[in-house]
């Protein structure tokens, strides 16, 4: 499992800044190593240059990496969800290039996933190796009736018709079976077949994390996979993990002490001028 996401993992899913669930650029995780670089380093200049060409790089194209080239090169990439239009594109990879920097600031690696785009770099190159690491899930609501419900049969069924792709399949595939649907989709620097190996790996990962629910989404490591029924998205029902849950307790609590002592603060203030 990439250092990365062992050191900082973090779901900003549940604060109240996140926008709507229909927004492409909502936000759903970042990762951030523990190590900094130094400001002025060599380091520093390969990754303000490798972001800056990732940049413009998604002006034109929905996928794109590079390694900056110097003593200390920095390896990156990007990728959109292959149905965002271009201009769309563009939009969410700014819009994580800015969480990035204000998450990870002097990070010697970072990561941003949002709804329908993927960022990340590193000092350590992590281009073109697979990694099937389960990385965050997000489980909607359980089916009346449990396994007896027969959303679980379609279910399995369309989450088989993305793992029936023929070897040649490109990273983005979708399917369906009755009211169920799914899709998924691997980083552009895989394989064909470590794509396949990808999306098997998330399926599994989905059944055993969610269980029941109606309608989930799973990103590993190097491909994500989603599926849900009866036209609902799992990102809009109400159900949430208990990651979630405990991270939105502790941010309420936090926040709570923080207004208290402003308040304090503020009155003391005010006695003070009688």
């Known amino acids: 499992m990439p250092k990365l996401y062992l050191l900082f993992f973090l779901s900003l899913s549940f604060l109240p800044f996140i926008s709507s669930s229909d927004d492409y650029k909502s936000f759903v995780y970042a990762g951030c190593s523990q190590t900094k670089y130094t400001p002025g380093s060599p380091y520093q200049l390969s990754v303000e240059s490798l972001l800056t060409s990732l940049s413009k790089a998604a002006e034109s194209s929905t996928y794109a990496n590079f390694t900056s080239s110097s003593a200390e090169p920095a390896y990156g990439l990007f990728q959109c969800r292959a149905d965002l239009p271009i201009s769309n594109c563009d939009s969410c990879i700014h819009s994580a290039l800015s969480q990035l920097s204000a998450l990870c600031p002097g990070a010697t690696g970072a990561a941003v996933q949002l709804r329908s785009c ?131 307790i502790i941010i309420g609590i936090l926040a709570a002490v923080a207004l208290i002592l402003v308040f304090l603060s503020f009155i003391r203030r005010a006695g003070g001028k009688y």
């Open 118 to 248: 993927f960022l990340r770099y590193d000092k350590e190159s992590f281009l073109g190796k697979p990694d099937d690491t389960l990385l965050y899930k997000r489980c909607g609501g359980a089916a009346a009736g449990g396994y007896a419900s027969d959303v679980f049969g379609l279910r399995d069924a369309a989450l088989g018709s993305l793992t029936a792709a023929p070897p040649t399949g490109g990273s983005y595939r979708v399917g369906g079976a009755g009211y169920v649907q799914a899709m998924a989709q691997c980083v552009g620097d895989l394989s064909p077949k470590e794509c396949t190996d990808c999306v098997e790996s998330a399926v599994a990962q989905v059944k055993a994390v969610c269980g029941f629910a109606v309608g989930a989404d799973v990103y590993l490591g190097k491909c994500y996979l989603q599926y849900w029924s009866n036209g609902v998205y799992p990102s809009r029902h109400n159900h949430v993990d208990e990651t979630g849950k405990t991270l939105a």
